[in-house]
C-alpha cells in the first residue's frame, strides 16, 4: 500500500500497482496496450533497479512529446534483413523504449538463427535504461551489447559547447548461480537525467561534473542541465561518445553529430535517435552450461580479490542494481514528491486518479 501521509511526503508503491497506472497512462496517451506494457515495464524495472533517473519520473517527458505530435503513439516500425546477420530498423519516430525492445528482440531472433545478430535502429528516440536491452538478451541466454547516440550534452575534447550526447553504452552476459553480468554506462561522468531532477529539486551537484552555459564549473544542477556534462576519463571518455556516435547514428542513417533533438525541449519535432544492438549466442564455443559455470567462476575470483583500503566488498557488475531490485519487489518503490506531483498531473490530463486503486 502507498505511504502518503502528507503531500510533500515520499511515496512508497508495489511495482505492480505503480506498473498498472503507467500503463494506464501510455494507453490514454495512444499507445497500444501491448506497447503501452511495453513502455511501462521498462520505466518500473528502472525504478526496481534503483536508476530512478530513467523511470518513472521521465513519464512527463514520453506523453508530452505524445502530445505534442513529436513521438509516434502508433509507429509502423519496418524491418529491412540487410544482411545474413544483419537487420535495419526504421522506428517511424516511435517512443524509444518501444522501438528499442524491438531492436534487442530482432538481434535476438538473428542470434538463433546465426549465432550472431546486429541491428541498427534509425528514427527513434531516448530508450530508457540502455540495460532493459541486455537484461532482454540475457533472458534469451544471449551476450547482449546496446549502443545509442543522444541529445547534445557533452563535448568535444578540448570543446566548450555541449555537442555530443552522454551516448551510454551497455553489455552483459548469462551468469549461473549468480546475478549476471551487466555494465550500463553514459560517456559522461554523470547521467545528464540526474542534472535534470537536480535542477527540478533545487539540489546541489558534487563538484568535477559539469560545466555552466559559459564554461564555467558547476555544482548548480540547474546551471549543468542548461550547461554541459563532462565526458568520464577525459579525452577517453569524449572519444567513446564519438564512437556511439558512429555506430548509433552515422552507420544507421539516424541523426548524428549534434542532430539527435533533447528529449525535453526539442519539442519542434522527433528525436531522431539511433540505437545499435548486438546479441550473440552464449553457447556459441561451448554448452550453455559452461559458459555459465564460467561466467559464475569469473564472478567468483572477482569477489574473492583483497580489498583495496576504504572498502567492505567487491561487487559484480550488475549487482548493487540487483540487489536493490529484491529490495524494491519486497518493500515497494519509493517515489519523490516531485514524482508524484508530475504523475498526478499526467493522470489529470487523461482522468485517472494516481495512485489507481
Known amino acids: 500500500m502507498p505511504n502518503n501521509n ?24 495512444g499507445l497500444s496496450e501491448e506497447d503501452a506494457e511495453t513502455a511501462a515495464s ?18 512527463p517527458m514520453y506523453c508530452e512529446r505524445l502530445r505534442r505530435g513529436v513521438a509516434n503513439p502508433q509507429p509502423k516500425i519496418e524491418i529491412s534483413r540487410v544482411a545474413p546477420a544483419v537487420a535495419l530498423i526504421d522506428g517511424d519516430d516511435g517512443l524509444g523504449l518501444v522501438v528499442g525492445k524491438k531492436g534487442m528482440a530482432e538481434a535476438i531472433h538473428i542470434a538463433h538463427e546465426s549465432g550472431i545478430g546486429l541491428v541498427g535502429v534509425k528514427r527513434s528516440g ?7 536491452y541486455i537484461l532482454q538478451a540475457i533472458e534469451a541466454d544471449c551476450i547482449g551489447l546496446a549502443f545509442t547516440n543522444a541529445s547534445p550534452a557533452l563535448p568535444v575534447w578540448g570543446g566548450q559547447d555541449k555537442f555530443f550526447g552522454t551516448n551510454p553504452f551497455a553489455a552483459g552476459a548469462p551468469t549461473n548461480g549468480m546475478p549476471a553480468f ?12 540526474k542534472l535534470k531532477f537536480a535542477a527540478q529539486r533545487g539540489e546541489p551537484i558534487p563538484e568535477g561534473l559539469a560545466l555552466d552555459k559559459n564554461g564555467r ?8 542541465f542548461e550547461g554541459v556534462v563532462l565526458p568520464f576519463g577525459g579525452v577517453k571518455g569524449a572519444a567513446l561518445s564519438m564512437l556511439m556516435d558512429v555506430l548509433s547514428g552515422v552507420l544507421t542513417g539516424a541523426a548524428f553529430g549534434g542532430e539527435v533533438r533533447n528529449p525535453f525541449t526539442g519539442l519542434e519535432g522527433p528525436q531522431g535517435t539511433g540505437h545499435f544492438f548486438v546479441a550473440l ?9 559452461a559458459f555459465k559455470q564460467r561466467m559464475q567462476t569469473l564472478a567468483k575470483r572477482v569477489k574473492a580479490q583483497p580489498l583495496a ?15 536493490t531490485e529484491k529490495a524494491r519487489l519486497k518493500n515497494g518503490i519509493p517515489l519523490t514528491p516531485d514524482v508524484v506531483a508530475a504523475l ?12 489507481l486503486l
Open 281 to 289: 549466442k552464449a553457447d556459441l564455443f561451448m554448452s550453455l552450461d
Open 6 to 29: 502528507g503531500k510533500n511526503q515520499r511515496l512508497t508503491i508495489t511495482s505492480p500497482r505503480l506498473h498498472h497506472f503507467i500503463r494506464k497512462i501510455f494507453f490514454r496517451n
Open 309 to 323: 583500503e576504504g572498502f567492505k566488498e567487491i561487487q559484480f557488475p550488475g549487482e548493487p542494481e540487483h540487489r
Open 126 to 132: 531516448h530508450y530508457g535504461m540502455a540495460a532493459l
Open 42 to 59: 521498462a520505466l518500473v524495472k528502472a525504478n526496481l533497479r534503483g536508476v530512478d533517473s530513467h523511470g518513472v519520473a521521465r513519464v
Open 182 to 193: 551487466v555494465l550500463d554506462m553514459a560517456c559522461s561522468i554523470i547521467a545528464r537525467g
Open 344 to 355: 498526478k498531473s499526467e493522470a489529470d490530463l487523461v482522468g485517472l486518479s494516481f495512485p
Open 217 to 224: 564549473p558547476t555544482t548548480d544542477g540547474k546551471e549543468a
